[in-house]
């Protein structure tokens, strides 16, 4: 009995991935690199983004010191949970002025934030911490992968210092092998001449999205993934680049068609043009679809 | 007899730095983060930096097909090798100017291109291949760093794609820990409708020196350094936040005062205005300084 991705149900998805993990020990290890992005791939992102949450929770607790903040667009977008006004303004302005919230934060101090959230906050619809919202599944693969002496890399469209305060402790990821939305830092110096290193609240770069994931997985890991999991447009050329090698590759789609255990929905992004369901696409591409109703027989630890 | 360091005379900058190894075993291995400079730190940056001997090899190629090339102003400095000329055009101008050289190749043809050049090229005035540059003391620092679960990377103001292509020979360092100066790439279709990813001729950010250093280090591995080791005054923002922390640090000056076995000059940086020479600042700083010529008892390998 072959007890390897123990919550993957017998059947076509499973046999497939087993048959790339075969074939990937002919692969030359420095190849053996893994991209997974994380909201909807790794972990849950509904009915809303957990960064979002935790952006939320920052600003609910900044409105209570400074009532006017609620006034501005960007912010009574999100307290609002306006979703049409929220995609009308973009991902990126969105994600601009959410990043104000932790201007002038060390990101020690940042992190310390994001971990004291993710440490109390519940997921209330299904009635679960918020830390415990990861895929078994997925984190399954990523053991079968590190057996295989993969790199395997979290890349998301979210900040890269919020899911690396996380990283390790949900996925063994560690935080340089993170690639996501990068916030810019300025240095300055204490009272006593120290260097002190802040956040701002540019972005450095893009929002880690569509073409521009591909770009900043080669500009962090300064190498080209032969596998890569995703659940929306977003992903597409990420996976489409880590299939388009000559190596063999496996690109994962993560289907939401279950809403009786997590969701159902078609995962799209919100800074597409296309806007085709992604399993038709999927089907078009020849990728590894995974059905979370079928192929997976537990979907949270 | 304690045979680490083994390159190491025994004597003050040896002792402080086992004082150093010593004590990190105490920090959580977390927080065991080394960030060493390159060129002038773990190898030789001398008469002129290896990736600029390469853009110059790349340069006469290229000015070989289309000699027009040679009229440009940073061209001609670069070929003249003229320094003013290269001080007063800065160092961001002239990077730019030699990206371009490599404009439209993707990322494994470049690290081909590298990898050519290392296996051939021959340091005339030393006497030596290319690849047999770096210090060897250093490297047996990376041994101990690495004995002790250390995250080590090479933080380089030179291009990350190039010290990429030959980190992993040369330090057993995997292309997502070398952190430098990015090339902005584009993401291409072929005729078949594959994606291709292209370098451009345009940085990604800053020249990663001074703060920049900094801040790339926290961007790229999400991480304060406890170690950090350069040579110039572009590494100085770096030692000093290296140091500033709460844990034990260890900030390691290598100062070139060995004209004998290598070359005797204070490292300065074409991008600074402080013009002190580094020791002194290292000397204010309390930073270890690593005299090549009384600490090594041999220097290359």
Redesign the interface.
Known sequence: VDDRLHSWRPGRTRDAILAFLDAARAVPI?ERVACLDNDGTMWCERPRYIQLAFFIDALRQAVRHKPELAKTKEFAAVLGQDRDQLEQLGLARVALALASLFEDQT??EFVDVVRDFMATAHHDELDRPMNELTYLPMVELIDELRALDF?V?ITTGGG??FV?AIS?RLYGV?????VGT?V????EQDSQG??V?KRTAKL??EVDEG?AK??GI???????PIVAAGNTAGDR?ML??AV?GDQPGLALLVNHDDGEREYAYQGKSASLKEQRPITEIAADEGWTVVSMKDDWTQIFA
């Open positions: 420095e990101p020690e790199t890399s890269a210092e690396r390790r560690p935080p340089e092998l993170v990068r810019a830092y300025r240095l120290a260097p290193l450095d770069g073409a591909v770009a080669q500009s962090h890991l300064g190498r080209r050329e489409e680049w388009g």
